[in-house]
């Protein structure tokens, strides 16, 4: 797929993430944790991409070794960002998130989320582990 269809349909996703976490009743002000999720068979490159998308400003997790259904392996991190659930602030980073996996020849697949909000719990405690990723 062309970098510039890419990122068209990154923009798109982009729009309707934040429409239907809105529509949702997400806080509209909070801050959110954004995850940008990269992927790559071969581990230097993903690396190399790592400290690209951590001198933008980034906070990179460590990479993890994911075995996929057809029994081969890849390599896998987030570049996470702090800030409203802003399409023009969502829409820059994947710019350049999307341009920095292009030049490390690594996968830029997507961002996502938590519902930020009231949670409707017995106990009024949020659960990350069941709480659902946008």
Not at 8 to 35: C, F
Not at 36 to 54: G, P
Request: aromatic share 10%; glycine share 4%; charged share 35%.
């Amino acid at each position: 797929m062309s970098i510039e269809r890419q990122l068209k349909e990154q923009l798109a996703e982009n729009r309707e993430i934040v429409e239907a976490l809105m529509a949702d009743g997400s806080e509209p002000t909070a801050e959110y944790t954004i995850e940008h999720h990269f992927s790559a068979q071969n581990f230097e490159r993903l690396e190399k991409a790592a400290v690209e998308a951590f001198k933008l400003g980034f906070e990179v997790n460590d990479a993890e070794e994911m075995e996929l259904d057809d029994g081969s392996v890849i390599f896998c991190f987030d570049a996470i960002a702090y800030h409203k659930l802003e399409v023009p602030l969502l829409d820059k980073a994947c710019e350049q998130l999307i341009a920095l996996a292009v030049k490390q020849k690594v996968d830029y697949d997507g961002w996502g989320t938590y519902f930020v909000g009231d949670i409707d719990d017995e106990d009024d405690q949020y659960d990350e582990d069941s709480a659902q990723m946008h």
